[in-house]
């Protein structure tokens, strides 16, 4: 069975620092790879996927992922955090095929100006 | 684009009601997924259709829970009789056809039960 471990409920990070939101997986096979945004009161968004190819990926509101196959991960990365970027950030993966897509706990982030 | 489209947005009821949740998934989007979120357990997937067919029911909790999606553009999540553990965010969901495409979430509709 597929599954995505967030190993931390909460991130602080001062603003202008760099961020990293840590997602281990586990699926059969090739994964498809999601990271996902939700603010409060707010239905979860789209940042960034992996399906193939290149394993950095860069996604909307300057992020990006980059996708480790032998640790399997899928780290998501931002430059500079800033103080809009706090919110809720869910990983999620899905196996190739009629699979369902596995979202994990999710992780705060709490940017500090 | 209008995006996935929820109502109501909040919906209070006492225990023993029936609650209706609706959902409009984006124009030509062929799979349909309804969510429930809550603190202690997260996001759990209830069921999920493609093509209108449902294919997955194996994330509804209870038979007290049904799902339907008539056409295309419209499914709803019934609740009957409701109770205070239902108490929840439920978002729905929908994606185009393809393995890879990623899923748009409607704003979801806070349920109370009293």
């Known amino acids: 069975a597929q599954s995505v471990a967030q190993p931390e409920d909460q991130v602080n990070v001062a603003e202008g620092n760099p961020l990293t939101v840590k997602c281990t997986y586990s699926?059969?096979?090739?994964?498809?790879l999601f990271w996902y945004v939700q603010y409060p009161n707010r239905g979860l968004q789209f940042l960034l996927k992996?399906?193939?190819?290149?394993?950095l990926v860069k996604g909307s509101y300057g992020f990006e992922a980059e996708f480790n196959k032998s640790q399997t991960s899928f780290h998501l990365k931002k430059p500079s955090a800033l103080v809009s970027d706090s919110a809720l950030y869910f990983c999620a993966v899905k196996g190739r095929g009629n699979t369902p897509l596995v979202f994990g706990k999710g992780t705060r982030l709490s940017v500090i100006a | 684009d209008a995006g996935v489209i929820q109502s109501p947005r909040h919906e209070v009821t006492e225990m023993g009601q029936e609650v209706t949740l609706r959902c409009k998934p984006i124009?030509?989007?062929?799979?349909l997924f309804w969510y429930r979120q809550t603190m202690m357990r997260g996001l759990e997937l209830l069921i999920y259709?493609?093509?209108?067919?449902?294919?997955?029911d194996s994330g509804m909790p209870e038979d007290r829970f049904s799902a339907k999606m008539p056409n295309a553009s419209f499914s709803t999540l019934k609740i009957q009789p409701s109770e205070p553990r239902d108490s929840a965010v439920y978002f729905c969901?929908?994606?185009?056809?393809?393995?890879?495409?990623?899923?748009?979430f409607g704003p979801g509709t806070r349920l109370t039960v009293l």
């Open positions: 992996y399906i193939t190819g290149d394993n």
């Open positions: 259709f493609n093509n209108n067919v449902p294919i997955d």
């Open positions: 699926v059969s096979g090739n994964p498809y």
């Open positions: 124009s030509g989007h062929n799979s």
């Open positions: 969901a929908s994606s185009a056809t393809g393995e890879g495409n990623e899923q748009f």
